[in-house]
């Protein structure tokens, strides 16, 4: 999907794991103060879009694209007039994946701001006045390692022979693009301190695509906090999956790299919220926002080395 922007900058929000309850009143605290934080933020600065990593309706997906869900946890929660018309760009989470993704994927033709045209697709924006290109690969994590169901980590991919030609179409994007910026977005973190903490299945299989093609970030929820890990002055990985509930558990922070964990906001604060990004001609900034106008951290990212 080719996509070009007016301005001088790309601005977008990144969040996940906001799926609500399956009982009244489908919302949760967290999520409607993160959709409300979202909302101001919009109203003061521009947002292009919304990224979106999954578990968009606990605790098991919609049942078909007439779901109610969709209006109760959706629809009716992010209502703000600033983000009216902000396209949201949708992916599957492993709870969604207990459910009917092709609804998700079809609701996409009900909903002016729903974009879910695919398990897995990819995203180019172009800024011709400061010649500045982004490519963002979304994909979907629990095709390539299957769901979790009642264990932490996945149990290994439904379809073998999926999964590999995901891996495939992952390789072959990441090997032929040439923009300023190259984003990839999942629901299963690679890297986490959290409760289910890195994913061996991406450490194996993404990983290594994302160091030898010089990937700019890695963006994922999953775990329910927030998190910013970089591998020395390489890859970042963007954990944003505090939409709905927030998790301060930290007991897989012996699984990381103690140099590369910067910042993770359970251990302070038990509120929601997301990650405002802006892409510019010089550098990708990371604001990580919580609801009551809370920066909480912020970070800049440069340009691909080509």
Known sequence: MDLWLKGSDIQFIAFGDWGGLP??????IVQKATADEMGRVTQNS???????????????????????????????????????????YILAGNHD?????????????????????NLYYDLN????????????????????????????????PESPQVAREQLQ????????????????????????????????????????????????????????????????????????????FVDTSTVNKEKVPRDWLHFYNSEISTLGGFVLIQITAEQMFASYRQPYAMVVFQTALPKRKL
């Open 125 to 156: 924006f172009k800024i011709p006045d400061v010649n500045v290109s982004v490519t963002i690969l979304m994909i979907d994590t629990v095709v390539i390692c299957g769901n979790t169901y009642q264990a932490s980590q996945p149990e290994g």
């Open 46 to 88: 521009r947002t292009d879009f919304v990224l979106n990593v999954g578990d968009n309706f606990y605790y098991h997906g919609v049942n078909n694209v007439n779901d109610f869900r969709f209006q109760e946890t959706f629809e009716n929660v992010f209502i703000a007039p600033s983000l009216a018309n902000s396209p949201w």
């Open 169 to 244: 179409w992952i390789r072959q994007k990441l090997a032929h693009s040439r923009s300023d910026y190259l984003i990839v977005a999942g629901h299963y973190p690679v890297w986490s301190i959290g409760q289910h903490g890195p994913t061996p299945c991406l450490v194996d299989q993404l990983r290594p695509l994302l160091k030898k093609y010089n990937v700019t970030a890695y963006i994922s929820g999953h775990d329910h906090s927030l998190q910013f890990i970089r591998e020395g002055d390489g890859i970042a990985y963007i954990v944003s999956g505090s939409g709905s």
């Open 97 to 117: 994946h207990l459910g009917n993704v092709s609804a998700q994927i079809a609701y996409s033709g009900f909903s002016k701001r729903w974009n879910f045209p």
């Open 23 to 28: 009982d009244p009143p489908y919302v949760t």
